[in-house]
T-cell receptor
Framework: AQKITQTQPGMFVQEKEAVTLDCTYD???????LFWYKQPSSGEMIFLIY??????QNATEGRYSLNFQKARKSANLVISASQLGDSAMYFC?????????????FGAGTRLFVKA | KAGVTQTPRYLIKTRGQQVTLSCSPI?????VSWYQQTPGQGLQFLFE???????NKGNFPGRFSGRQFSNSRSEMNVSTLELGDSALYLC??????????????FGPGTRLTVL
């Protein structure tokens, strides 16, 4: 069964330091997309970064990069130079499907606290 | 380009009532998905609509239903509300034009409280 696992319920990081949020996934599909979303206390889900299963290079979006290790089925998010505004919940998600419809599965999330 | 909008933002209902939530996707996006978020169960997929057709459904009882209109706007209905239906309901849209980069963009959510 498809599954997303985020093993870190909470993480602390010092401002301006880098932090890695872990994500492992399980799927039997060959074609899928992996996403990271940020959810501040306001509740809105903010798209951060995408990695396709066939992408050979790790995705990067500004201070966000995705460490994609397909054989290990992991898709860790790296945030460089953390800022106070990065304090939020972070969700790893996997999107699968095709002509018959798509479905996105989310992990339980990691709450990141950035310390001044 | 305007983002995904959801109305209402907050809703308080009592057990046994029914509720309808609305979602307007990003212009040009034809796929709309709904999710329920609770502290205990996390984010759970409800259903996905594309071109007015429900193409995928999560593991929710039949009290949860939805529809999509020709302009891609979507509504979600929950009948005979239970206390456990209290949650943040999130709507997301995507273009599905480039399947390999099918990013979903989320609305601000509707926070439903059932008393």
């Amino acid at each position: 069964a498809q599954k997303i696992t985020q093993t870190q319920p909470g993480m602390f990081v010092q401002e301006k330091e880098a932090v890695t949020l872990d994500c492992t996934y399980d799927t039997s599909d060959q074609s899928y997309g992996l996403f990271w979303y940020k959810q501040p206390s306001s509740g809105e889900m903010i798209f951060l970064i995408y990695q396709g299963s066939y992408d050979e290079q790790n995705a990067t979006e500004g201070r966000y990069s995705l460490n994609f290790q397909k054989a290990r089925k992991s898709a860790n998010l790296v945030i460089s130079a953390s800022q106070l505004g990065d304090s939020a919940m972070y969700f790893c998600a996997m999107r699968e499907g095709g002509g018959g419809g798509f479905k996105t599965i989310f992990g339980a999330g990691t709450r990141l606290f950035v310390k001044a | 380009k305007a983002g995904v909008t959801q109305t209402p933002r907050y809703l308080i209902k009592t057990r046994g009532q029914q509720v309808t939530l609305s979602c307007s996707p990003i212009s040009g996006h034809r796929s709309v998905s709904w999710y329920q978020q609770t502290p205990g169960q996390g984010l759970q997929f409800l259903f996905e609509y594309f071109s007015e057709t429900q193409r995928n459904k999560g593991n929710f009882p039949g009290r949860f239903s939805g529809r999509q209109f020709s302009n891609s706007r979507s509504e979600m209905n929950v009948s005979t509300l239970e206390l456990g239906d209290s949650a943040l309901y999130l709507c997301a849209s995507s273009s599905l034009r480039d399947r390999g980069r099918d990013t979903q963009y989320f609305g601000p959510g509707t926070r439903l409280t059932v008393l």
